[in-house]
């Protein structure tokens, strides 16, 4: 069996290759990793549930048929977590609260299904942040993961936050999340891993607990960006189950993952982004982006004023509290007081919302996205930072109301505009601050346009190292 110490932190492509060439077993790697969850997950709190009884029986499967001959490819034998958004036969959905915990799903959900037919193995599901409102990742519930950054109990970035610190700390190699406000970049950027938001359409979200239709997507939380790309081409595609896929043509993102991007027109938008940004985050990314130049890319500055116009537009988060709302108004209208409080008084807000305002709105962003369009045409990608502030101690920002709503803001600020825009997204490690702590730059892409880019964090990662830097947590015993 390969070196433990390799194994925590080793992205799909590498397990793949010494699964194929017999030098690892799927039985091995999954026992690796339920005995790395058995050690961390007290502490560290990534995970709601764990099957190591199921996982090992699909891992003795994938074992049998590798053996036998019949290799699926690259994700055959891997094991993965899902957020507890998704359904998975026979497991209770909860979204983060315990009134769900009788929730039990009847069949798995379209992205579940498609990764356990690719050959890879369910270990568990991961929490999540009470209905996957919020960016921070607390959850007065069912509780709050902890960053594995930090021995103090920082936070992980919400709402996917048992996906990302589930990846981060090394218990799975990937774990899948959604996307509604920056709920799978923020973890991912906080935790120092890859975080690939898709666009709407792409993936689909059928038997994914909903926050937003307007807005929800499908991402994964990986090592890097060739993981995140591996994950994205089993998964993207039309499903009848969600009418948004429906009419999207497939795209081969390996054809060009590993081109150079010599002559790719990226831009540092001279806007809204770099707004109240912590001095340090600023600097690692602004340092970060000539890295683009010297592979050949054209990095310029532009004005991008829609990323401002977003942010008026969701200052109140009308489309998503109205969204929301209707999702949960039994649990909210008659069991308040059993929520999480600051979610709960949150998304109630939602029921105040007329249909006349949600429909201006709605109508307002169709607007605003093909302003958008037009903005960004010979523009290839962005390059902004993910948040602009890195994590903080949970009692810091959980102290009072105010200053968690003003954190959730913050950390919301520059991912949420990629939602209301439509854009897809990759957040990249590509630094630390000075207390350690990890940096994420986003590569904001047009609609449907994941090819460019992971292609673009795939160069970026080749010429850096900080997507290999792991957080020491051998504070844990």
């Known amino acids: 069996m390969p070196d433990k110490m390799e194994l925590h932190f080793s992205p799909i492509t590498s397990l793949s290759s010494q699964i194929r ?5 799927p039985v091995e790697l999954t026992e690796h990793c339920l005995s790395r969850i058995e050690r961390l997950d007290p502490y560290l709190h990534a995970f709601i549930s764990v099957n190591p009884e ?11 048929e590798i053996r036998a001959g019949n290799y699926m490819g690259p994700l055959h034998g891997i094991p993965f977590a899902v957020k507890d958004l998704f359904d998975v036969k026979g497991l209770p959905t909860t979204a983060g609260t315990h009134r769900l915990k009788k929730n039990i799903a009847k069949k798995n959900s379209y992205a579940v299904q498609r990764l356990i037919e690719a050959g890879m193995i369910l ?48 218990m799975v190699p990937m774990a899948l999340g959604t996307d509604t406000g920056g709920s799978v970049r923020i973890p991912a950027s906080l935790c120092g891993i890859t975080g690939l938001k898709t666009t709407v359409g792409r993936i689909s ?26 994950i994205y081409q089993c998964l993207h595609g039309m499903d009848p189950d969600d009418r948004t896929t429906i009419g999207t043509p497939l795209q081969n993102v390996f054809d060009t993952l590993k ?5 790719l027109r990226l831009a540092v938008p001279d806007s809204i982004f770099f707004d109240e940004i912590d001095p340090e985050i600023k600097k690692v990314v602004m340092q970060a982006s000539k890295i683009f130049t010297d592979l ?14 977003a942010r008026e537009l969701n200052r109140n988060g009308l489309i998503i509290a109205a969204e929301a709302y209707a999702v949960n108004k039994d649990l909210l209208e008659n069991h308040f007081d059993d929520l999480d409080h600051v979610v709960a008084s949150r998304m109630i807000n939602g029921k105040k919302i007329s249909a006349a305002e949600y429909i201006m709105n709605k109508n307002e962003w169709e607007k605003l ?17 993910t948040t602009p502030i890195p994590a903080l101690p949970v009692g810091e920002i959980d102290r009072d109301m105010d200053t968690y709503l003003k954190k959730n803001n913050a950390y919301l600020k520059n991912t949420s505009i990629g939602n209301i825009l439509n854009l897809c997204g990759l957040t990249v490690p590509c630094g630390l601050t000075g207390n350690g702590l990890p940096v994420g730059m986003m590569i904001y892409g047009k609609p449907f346009h994941e090819d460019i880019v992971l292609r673009s964090g795939y160069a970026f990662q080749k010429e850096t190292q900080w997507h290999t830097q792991t957080p020491d947590i051998e504070w844990i015993s």
């Not at 050949?296 to 116009?309: D, K, R």
Request: charge should be neutral.
């Open 369 to 385: 996205r093909i302003q958008t369009e037009v903005r960004l045409r010979d523009t290839d990608a962005l390059l902004v930072p």
């Open 205 to 230: 979200r059928q038997g994914v607990y909903p926050l937003s239709q307007s807005m929800d997507s499908v991402g994964p939380i990986t090592r890097n960006a060739e993981d995140a790309a591996l």
């Open 259 to 263: 081109s150079n991007i010599k002559g």
């Open 296 to 309: 050949g890319a054209h990095v310029v500055s532009i004005e991008f004023p829609e990323a401002e116009m």
């Open 54 to 64: 199921k996982a090992k029986a699909m891992a003795r499967a994938a074992e049998m």
């Open 123 to 170: 270990l568990g599901k991961t929490h999540t942040v009470q209905f996957a409102y919020s960016g921070i990742g607390i959850n007065h519930d069912l509780g709050t993961p902890h960053n594995p950054w930090k021995k103090e109990h920082y936070i992980p970035g919400g709402s996917s936050s048992g996906s990302a610190v589930a990846v981060s700390s090394g």
């Open 21 to 25: 060439k017999g030098d690892l077993s």
